[in-house]
């Protein structure tokens, strides 16, 4: 069988290029095999209510942030994945949560892609603790298991899953094989020791853990690193949590002597808050249960060639598309012959649809060369009729802005008669873009 190694897709016959992703020589040939299963004592089904769940109480990792993420704690038994881009900061984030859990209970790193002196310089450019964590440079996941089940590890860190192996298993290293081989022989063991499997894995452009998503339904937590690595943050991200909440959102600072947590959130994505620019807005998005208060910016300038470019980073590219045509012919504002960029603050990725106005907004008030009134902020999410539509949450969005001290919120207007009385902000509702554009501008 051929396999390809950045989506999966099967074939019996050896393609240059894969019809399904369209990427060019990546079907690998895999034999197939049986992955030797780990010995497990034999165990009866149980009365749910006979069940002991405390065995499964919270591990702290002793980052606050890293806790709230993982739903207040790692688990017993529980394999999180690690995924993000080269050099985002994987296994300096790992290395300091290993040394921080090797004061719990036994802790062993894996590291396949450096040696231990490497670790070690590591180690003491962080400043982490560096008398009870145990390193191994091993890429041979069976001679691991073999020192984690004689020296009862509790706590194990695998970096990176691209390049171990998995006994029993063919293929070679990073292939889709030896992939689902590695992750599968990890969760067997994870599940039958009781341990805590940390697992790093890479990301590919275009922001899949390599050997697509076959690892994430395979492990408990999937907790994305993501952001400019030049801009110095980093935000983790679980977009997976068997035993938590997903989209929740913790912010590092890259700084020399490692990854520092960020608590003031408003000072990265709220860069300019009292100055009020042209083509500048301020937006309130969701991630996870957290409401965050976020600036964005626009740019609308004159095409210099026949082709304009639009961009965005931090938006998606097709929501993106859909708000400049809903503004081209509910508001007849031609944008046909401008380049239009957009760029969200901090480095952050936004999926939340109630930014829609505030990015809409922003837009218009680059084009028109015009502020937003200052101290506002802006939610609704926008219907191809130019409609606002209701958002959800909107007394937990509007508790943060009030509590950042902005004195006026734009807000869709059937959300108007849910909101709390309580609220000192100007609090205002409209039922269209059209509406608010005739207000504000
Ligand atoms: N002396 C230093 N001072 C400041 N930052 C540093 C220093 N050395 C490394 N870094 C930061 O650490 C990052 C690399 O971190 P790390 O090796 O943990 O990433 P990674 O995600 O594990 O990478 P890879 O995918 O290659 O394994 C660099 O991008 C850089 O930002
Ligand atoms: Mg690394």
């Not at 609704?380 to 902005?406: M, P, Q, S, T, W």
Request: proline letters at 3%.
């Amino acid at each position: 069988m051929y396999n390809c190694s950045d989506c999966g897709y099967k074939t019996i016959k050896w393609l240059g290029r894969c019809p399904s992703c369209e990427a060019w020589d990546t079907l690998i040939e895999e034999k197939k095999t049986s992955v030797t299963r780990i010995s497990r004592e034999k165990i009866a089904p149980k009365l749910l209510r006979e069940i002991d769940e405390i065995a499964c109480s919270r591990i702290s990792t002793q980052l606050d942030e890293l806790d709230r993420i993982l739903g207040g704690g790692l688990v017993k038994g529980e394999i999180v994945l690690v995924g993000g881009e080269p050099g985002v900061g994987k296994s300096t984030l790992l290395l300091d949560v290993a040394s921080k859990l090797s004061l719990a209970g036994k802790t062993l790193y894996v590291s396949a892609e450096e040696s231990p002196s490497q670790i070690a310089l590591r180690a003491k450019r962080l400043g982490v603790n560096q008398d009870s964590l145990f390193i191994l440079g091993e890429d041979d996941l069976g001679e691991a298991a073999n020192y984690i089940q004689d020296n009862d590890y509790e706590f194990v860190v695998i970096d990176s899953v691209q390049v171990v192996r998995a006994p029993g298993c063919d293929g070679p290293k990073g292939s889709v094989s030896q992939i689902r081989g590695c992750a599968d022989y990890l969760t067997q063991l994870a599940k039958s020791l009781g341990i805590v499997v940390f697992l790093v894995g890479h990301v590919t452009k275009d922001g899949a853990i390599a050997g697509p998503k076959l690892l994430e339904h395979i492990v408990d937590c999937v907790l994305y690193f993501e952001g400019e690595i030049s801009s110095g943050y980093r935000i983790l991200r679980a977009t997976k949590n068997r035993f938590g909440p997903t989209g929740n959102i913790a912010v590092f600072e890259m700084v020399s002597t490692g990854l520092r947590q960020v608590k003031k959130l408003n000072d990265i994505f709220l860069p300019h808050k009292d100055s009020a620019l042209s083509g500048s807005c301020v937006v309130c998005a969701i991630e996870g249960l957290r409401p965050l208060l976020i600036e964005v910016q626009s740019l609308v300038t004159k095409a210099s060639f026949g082709v304009v470019r639009r961009r965005t980073l931090g938006f998606d590219f097709n929501r993106f598309s859909l708000l400049i045509a809903i503004i081209e012919k509910r508001l007849k504002l031609s944008l046909s012959n401008q380049d239009v960029f957009l760029n969200v603050a901090g480095g952050l990725k936004i999926s939340d649809p109630a930014v829609d106005l505030g990015m809409a907004l922003a837009v218009i008030s680059s084009a028109k060369e015009k502020q937003l009134p200052p101290s506002s902020v802006f939610i609704g999410e926008i219907g191809l009729a130019g409609e606002l539509r209701r958002v959800n949450n909107i007394n937990l969005r509007l508790k943060e802005i009030e509590r950042a001290d902005f004195s006026s919120c734009f807000i869709p207007e059937s959300n108007l008669k849910e909101v709390d009385k309580k609220f000192k902000l100007k609090i205002r509702g409209f039922s269209s873009l059209g509406d608010i554009v005739k207000e504000v501008f």
